[in-house]
């Protein structure tokens, strides 16, 4: 791969379909409904978020703690939102309908547990996977795992925060090739604060701007395809790239 930068966008999900394979199929077979959720939830967020606090005042501060901590804690679960949902919660936050002194730390917290969690979920599935019970699982793919993570495990973590899908993936992965745990935490705590603040404050200090209220749901895309924009053209790149050697051998 030609950069770090590369490496770190397109690394953990080839790995993730080389390593399991039968499992990203099994996620398949429900993708197209969560898909379809997703987008449905991502283009009315506003209204959702104006009928959870409508129906659940103050508590709906630990729903959105939930949804982080799956978002970011649970592999099955990557099309849950993230960034967009942070924006929405911190432009309610300026307008009085959630309070942002207990929405930073809940979701900080929920941000840095979930990767926790998914660190340690992969670490559990990797070490069982390995051990020669499963014919496909071969031992190169951990090796090279391992290898990646001691070599660019830090700047992964924290980069990959800002990108839905390699979000949740890069700390199963992370746990998968055994990422030393002290720096992964230090890194975790990192680009949890960091992606948290950025994008509640972004919300808080943006989201009520008349223009932003009047297309709250194309500002919702724009996060979304600027997040995404990243690893699609590494992986358009990369895919160019090797077609061309394939040409060429």
Not at 20 to 30: E, Q, R, T
Not at 91 to 103: D, K, N, V
Request: proline share 4%.
């Amino acid at each position: 791969m030609a950069n770090w930068l590369e490496t770190i966008l397109l690394f953990p999900v080839i790995e993730m379909s080389d390593i399991f394979p039968s499992f990203l199929f099994a996620a398949a077979d429900g993708a197209g409904e969560g898909l379809k959720w997703w987008i449905d939830f991502l283009l009315h967020l506003d209204d959702k978020l104006k009928e959870l606090v409508k129906e659940y005042g103050v508590w709906t501060h630990l729903i959105l703690f939930a949804v982080i901590f799956c978002e970011t804690g649970l592999v099955v679960l990557p099309f849950l939102p993230g960034d967009s949902l942070l924006f929405a919660a911190g432009a309610f936050a300026a307008a009085g309908a959630l309070r942002m002194e207990w929405l930073i730390p809940l979701l900080i917290v929920a941000a840095i547990l979930g990767d926790t969690v998914n660190y340690w979920l992969g670490h559990w599935i990797g070490a069982r996977a390995f051990s020669g019970a499963i014919p496909f699982l071969q031992q190169r793919h951990l090796e090279q795992t391992r290898a990646y993570f001691q070599k660019y495990g830090g700047k992964t973590i924290i980069i990959a925060r800002f990108v839905p899908l390699i979000r949740t993936f890069a700390p199963f992965v992370a746990g998968v090739g055994a990422m030393n745990y002290r720096q992964f935490f230090i890194y975790n705590i990192v680009g949890g604060i960091v992606w948290v603040l950025i994008f509640l404050l972004l919300g808080y200090w943006f989201g009520n701007i008349p223009f932003v209220k009047k297309n709250f749901e194309l500002v919702m895309v724009a996060i979304v395809v600027l997040s995404v924009a990243p690893p699609v053209w590494e992986w358009w790149c990369h895919r160019a790239r090797q077609k061309k050697v394939a040409v060429q051998d």
